[in-house]
């Protein structure tokens, strides 16, 4: 809707806005701005419940930016209230969310899926990477074997059985509730520039900087030391990770495929097959597309 505003008021379609509240048109200061410097170029009023302000005025101009600027404030003591309170109730063990696949929330906690075949696909999985060398080794067996591997679906909870993607496999092996570890803010967001504009991306912290952890919380698939060892393995087999690591082996011909590092960065060269035959081949280092 703010955008709807903005692009009338830049067309000249509109004459005047009105509003509950003029400051709660935003809650950016980067887009109040904006859309109060096209209302005093383009003549356009402001109105709310107190008064008819004039963008072009400097007095009203300076009244709006200050309402803005409380406005966007008030958003950010709101939100830091918010997040203290949960992260409060974590520190508990009582905020509760998405049960992972092979857990149902039972009274304060969460318990093994009644559903026997649900738990021992679980089993599968874990016991299936502890075989393989990497994801993509346990994906292809999934595939290979016809494997599926149960979701239960948000709006009704009813048992769907799927395709082990890549994907899942890697957010399964990750999750340290399978650990029997009740966790919070392991995977925060953070604001990056991306192609010019600012976006946010969840960044997962090491272990030792997660700010909720509550071990033996709840019935465990694994060990908490199996889960250590499996985020080893994970961070070693990363292709583009920074240093020497021992890596997973590569399909394709060449020999040194997902284990060759680049002499002057460090991280993992990717192998770039020339011929349509892959009969000849180069490695190439990824760390200037990383920079």
């Not at 505003?5 to 067309?11: F, L």
């Not at 009740?182 to 946010?200: A, F, H, L, N, Q």
């Not at 465990?220 to 990363?238: D, G, H, K, P």
Request: glycine letters at 8%; charged letters at 25%.
């Amino acid at each position: 809707g703010f955008a709807r505003i903005a692009d009338a008021v830049g067309q000249g379609q509109a004459g005047a806005i009105l509003a509950v509240e003029a400051s709660r048109l935003s809650r950016s200061s980067m887009d109040w701005q904006r859309l109060l410097a096209l209302c005093a170029v383009a003549s356009v009023a402001v109105i709310d419940e107190h008064a008819v302000y004039d963008p072009a005025d400097g007095d009203d101009r300076m009244l709006l930016d200050i309402r803005g600027t409380m406005s966007e404030a008030e958003l950010h003591w709101m939100r830091l209230r918010l997040n203290g309170g949960r992260l409060h109730k974590a520190r508990r063990g009582e905020l509760w969310r998405l049960a992972p696949t092979g857990y149902v929330w039972g009274g304060t906690r969460l318990e093994f899926d009644p559903d026997e075949a649900v738990q021992r696909a679980v089993h599968v999985v874990f016991e299936r990477f502890a075989l393989e060398p990497s994801i993509g080794a346990v994906a292809r067996w999934a595939q290979q074997a016809s494997f599926k591997f149960p979701t239960r679906r948000k709006n009704d909870g009813e048992l769907e059985w799927r395709e082990l993607s890549m994907g899942r496999l890697n957010s399964i092996l990750h999750n340290p509730a399978y650990a029997g570890a009740y966790v919070y803010g392991r995977k925060p967001t953070k604001k990056v520039i991306s192609d010019g504009e600012i976006r946010e991306r969840s960044m997962r912290l090491p272990i030792d900087e997660w700010p909720v952890r509550i071990d033996a919380a709840h019935p465990a698939y694994i060990t908490w030391e199996t889960f250590v060892s499996n985020e080893q393995r994970l961070r070693e087999n990363m292709p583009r990770m920074h240093g020497a690591t021992a890596g997973a082996p590569k399909n394709g011909l060449a020999l040194l495929a997902g284990i060759a590092l680049c002499g002057r960065c460090g991280r993992r060269m990717r192998v770039d097959y020339t011929t349509s035959d892959r009969s000849y081949w180069r490695y190439l280092c990824v760390g200037k597309h990383m920079s």
